[in-house]
């Protein structure tokens, strides 16, 4: 009788895989590859659907037919398949987020090989068979049984879940190291350390203790904060911070291979905590192999497998394929913390030149370009940056969307509703906390902003920029010893926030303290923070009355910038030149600044600023043309919208004696007038108008309101001179007051400016028009000996 051939078996390829369905396994070459059931079963239903987008639900009820699972053992079972395919886990299985999973790889049905059979056979006859020698049989016994052992060994190892009695908690943090580098090759020097704490970054599971803390521990401990982070000092820093574990790697060259290594350890007793090991082929292999790694190691912490596949974009998506651009991109980061922003530049720049792609480079690149004052440059990496925005990791589109909404489109309230879903998506980031501060105060919600800034404080105690926040928003509430607590905190800590220097000037200016103010302004001197001082100071100067020197140190700090190659930034100390030049009466100076002005660049500030100087000079013709160019180039601009064009038309008619619609046209202002933005100039500019209106009450009410708000007037290069309106807002009350008939109330008021402007220059307009009404009124101003002084310095001011 003749025995029946088997049917062939059915055998599906993909890559170099090969997959057995009827003998239900998965090898690789002569590799079995071990699977659990549910796991083959996914993996048969997707590549039986390959090519097509497979949703959750339908892949669900496909491997849990009787049983109701929720979606995390979808991902499980998704994560191991990844695993067990190794480096073509995600080229394979492709994720599309809130939707399903499609398998891309192209499959084909393989013939079985014909020897399979008769291999068999000849296994089986007796004829084939050698008995081997008796100490030769307990060899082969011998190595069997070891064989054995460790395939079990290793399979437990590789198959048992990550242990939980490490899991870290919302209050743990994990330090990434230097990695170990025999290869001889520099260019992964930095950029794997660098690459790793981006893919940990991506998770809101773990909290990376940040570059920045890393610098400024090292700084206290009176070691370079550029050092080498070694496994032991990594541990030694971790000890100190209350860091719960660091993360140590290595890379080995062998041949054309690189094997990359990655160990957690215990900060306090040296335990290793979690470790993975990986062989990429080829150099250009090595980041795509070190993320695949650093995934696993996530979950061997602690993180859910939810999690890991739902914040786990592959490191040369998230960042880029190129070692040498990320080398560059690396390199930068390094100048950026050090506060070295203008050498970083270039280093962002070769980045991106070497890979076009890049966009957390672009996103780098635009922070930095705001730091130096360049804003259209900054607008343009933004953008760039924010079109690339699907190819990064959740943390990273956050921080590009942010940019893009202030840089680009100067959108704050889309600002603001990005930080908060940040902050609800990675609750321990400090990044949303800063910058909410930052927002909310330029709209005068100072209480929240100053809850954002010490929770930021709280959750990064180590970041010089939060301390800065924290600062900043207390100056505004008129809290100036704690303004000045947070610097001195950030200075004991050895952080040297930025800009501190500047608060510190702005704090000594509303003392009075000529020495704190010189102390400040030495502290700068051959920095390239000193133009930025150089504008500050020509800021009190002017708020004192001592134009001529403020005019000087204006020109000072414009040539200063110009020489640095920054345009903008030198537009915007002659724009803020040319304001307080038209608001204190002086219209011919006002009107050549702003000429000079928009000759060397035209930004958002450098506008709009000259827009509302040559609308209290009543020139409405070149008011409004600013005010269209801002339209257009600026439509989504949410200051622009509620604050400066409103506050250049209303200066337009409040100058053609128009001055009910002036108040109708500030309306729109009140939200954010008392921001840093706005600064109250939209109060000022109301109160003119009522004054125009014979609305002696109400007029003084605004006047009041910039008196009462003194700390959001400090000098500070980002809002507009608004420190000269302190003066004016003596005049606008003493005015009122005069129009009231209260004439010890508008005696008081006189006494204040003139007090102020003890050592002011006699010819500011709004001066001898000051002292004019005073002597109409028979009131003789405080600080002069008798009238004829007074006449004496009219007369030189005529």
């Known amino acids: 009788m003749t025995e029946l051939a088997p049917p062939p078996r059915r055998l599906r390829a993909f890559k170099d895989f090969t997959l057995d369905l009827d003998r239900g396994c998965l090898s690789r070459g002569a590799e079995e590859i071990k699977l659990r059931p549910k796991v083959f079963e996914a993996l048969t239903y997707l590549v039986d659907h390959h090519n097509r987008l497979v949703p959750k639900d339908e892949l669900i009820k496909a ?27 995600q080229a394979c299985i492709k994720t599309v987020p809130r939707r399903g999973y499609m398998f891309t790889a192209e ?31 307990l060899r082969v016994v011998a190595l069997a049984v070891l064989a054995v052992a460790a395939a079990a060994v290793s399979y437990v190892v590789q198959n048992r879940p990550p242990a939980r009695t490490q899991a870290f908690t919302d209050k743990d943090s994990v330090l990434v190291a230097d990695f170990v580098n025999t290869t001889g090759d520099e260019v992964f020097d930095g950029t794997l350390r660098q690459a790793v704490a981006v893919q940990l970054g991506q998770s809101p599971y773990l909290n990376v203790f940040s570059e920045d803390r890393v610098r400024e521990t090292l700084r206290y401990m009176e070691r370079s904060p550029g050092e080498r982070v070694t496994r032991d000092l990594g541990r030694e820093i971790a000890q100190r911070r209350g860091v719960k574990a660091v993360l140590a790697g290595s890379i ?30 080829s150099r250009e292999r090595v980041l795509g192999r070190l993320g695949e790694a650093t995934r696993r190691l996530r979950a061997s912490l602690g993180e859910s497998l939810s999690s890991v596949e739902s914040h786990a974009a592959p490191i040369e998506q998230a960042t880029t394929s190129s070692l040498e651009a990320f080398k560059a991109y690396d390199l930068g980061r390094q100048k950026h913390f050090g506060g070295e922003y203008f050498e970083a530049i270039p280093l962002y720049r070769r980045a991106v030149e070497l890979d076009p792609d890049f ?6 690149l635009g922070i930095t370009y705001t730091v130096v004052q360049e804003p259209a440059l900054a607008a343009e990496s933004s953008q760039r940056a924010f079109a690339l925005r699907d190819r990064v990791s959740e943390r990273e589109r956050f921080y590009i969307s942010l940019r893009y909404y202030m840089d680009v489109l100067g959108d704050g309230d889309k600002a603001i509703e990005t930080l908060e879903l940040w902050k609800q998506t990675y609750p321990r980031d400090f990044v949303p906390r800063t910058n909410l501060a930052a927002r909310y105060s330029a709209i005068g919600r100072h209480e929240q902003a100053l809850g954002e800034a010490r929770e930021g404080v709280r959750l990064n105690p180590d970041a010089g920029v939060a301390y800065v926040a924290l600062a900043q928003t207390s100056i505004y509430l008129g809290r100036y010893q704690d303004a000045r607590a947070a610097i001195e905190q950030a200075s004991s800590r050895k952080l040297g926030p930025p800009y501190g220097r500047y608060m510190l000037y702005a704090l000594a200016v509303l003392d009075g303290d000529a020495a704190a ?5 030495d502290s700068v001197t051959g920095t390239p923070t000193e133009a930025g001082m150089l504008a500050l100071q020509s800021e009190a100067a002017a708020y004192e009355g001592r134009t001529n020197v403020a005019r000087g140190l204006t020109a000072g700090a414009i040539d200063m910038a110009l020489r640095r190659g920054s345009k903008e930034g030198a537009a915007e100390y002659s724009a803020g030149n040319a304001l307080w030049e038209a608001a204190y009466g002086d ?40 005010l269209d160019e801002m339209t257009t180039r600026f439509p989504q601009d949410s200051f622009m919208r509620t604050s400066w064009s409103p506050m250049a038309e209303a200066a337009i008619a409040i100058h053609d004696r128009r001055p009910a619609h002036a108040i109708d046209r500030l309306q729109v202002a009140r939200r954010d007038e008392t921001g840093d933005q706005a600064a109250l100039w939209p109060a000022y500019l109301r109160g003119l108008a009522y004054l125009d209106q014979g609305a002696a009450a109400e007029a003084e009410a605004e006047f009041q309101k910039i008196l009462d708000h003194r700390g959001v007037l400090a000098p500070a290069v980002s809002h507009p001179v608004a420190m000269t309106l302190y003066p004016l807002a003596h005049v606008g009350r003493a005015r009122a007051a005069a129009r009231a008939g209260r004439v010890e109330d508008g005696k008081r008021a006189w006494e204040a400016l003139f007090a102020l402007w003890k050592d002011a220059d006699p010819d500011i307009p709004v001066l001898v028009t000051g002292k004019r009404e005073a002597r109409a009124s028979a009131l003789p101003p405080a600080g002069h000996e008798d009238a004829a002084r007074l006449s004496r310095l009219e007369h030189r001011a005529r």
Do not use: N
């Open 359 to 364: 966009a957390i480079a672009y996103a780098a």
């Open 63 to 89: 491997l849990w037919t009787d049983s109701f699972v929720t979606d995390d053992s979808l991902v499980q079972c998704l994560v191991e398949l990844r695993r067990a395919l190794g480096d073509e886990g």
């Open 587 to 626: 219209c011919g100076r006002a009107t050549k600044t702003v000429t000079r002005t928009l000759a060397i660049a035209r930004g958002r500030r450098a506008l709009s600023w000259s827009a509302l100087a040559l609308g209290l000079c009543g020139q409405s013709a070149g008011a409004q043309r600013l």
């Open 252 to 281: 080995t060259s062998l041949g054309r291979h690189y094997v990359i290594g990655l160990e957690a350890v215990s900060a306090a007793t040296g335990e290793t905590l979690a470790r993975e090991q990986v062989e990429a082929e």
């Open 107 to 137: 499959v084909r049905a393989v013939t079985p090989p014909p020897e399979d059979a008769p291999a068999v056979r000849r296994a089986a006859s007796p004829l084939t068979t050698r008995t081997p020698p008796p100490r030769a049989r």
């Open 517 to 521: 103010m010189r102390q400040q302004v």
